[in-house]
Nanobody
């Protein structure tokens, strides 16, 4: 069965960095879109970053551009999110998600079929 396991969250001060990891099993990793989404209580789950099936198929939310970097290692079945210059507004539960990629990767959380349980990121001012 498909399983996604996030790790790497924690508490940091503003300006700090964290690197999230998501190990994926149970699917052909290289054929799937991998995304990081985040959610705070009472709010909709929103896009962080998407890594497509091609190395150049990467999408970032405007709120994280220039600060976050998504990458994937198809040999390790792992997707990463390097988060630099963190801001208090980045505080959220971060979820790893996967969906089969055909010609594109959706940026909508509703289109992703497989989800991890999330890892909490807290950024203090």
């Amino acid at each position: 069965q498909v399983h996604l396991a996030e790790s790497g969250g924690g508490s940091v001060h503003a300006g700090g960095s964290l690197k999230l990891s998501c190990v994926v099993s149970g699917l052909p990793f290289a054929d799937y879109c991998l995304g990081w989404f985040r959610q705070v209580p009472g709010m909709e789950r929103e896009l962080g970053a998407i890594a497509g099936i091609d190395d150049d198929s990467i999408t970032y939310a405007d709120s994280v551009k220039g600060r976050f970097t998504i990458s994937r290692d198809n040999r390790k079945n792992t997707v990463y999110l390097q988060m630099n210059n963190l801001k208090p507004e980045d505080t959220a539960m971060y979820y790893c998600a996967a969906n089969h990629g055909y010609a594109y990767c959706s940026i909508s959380a509703d289109e992703y079929h497989y989800w991890g349980q999330g890892t909490q990121v807290t950024v203090s001012s």
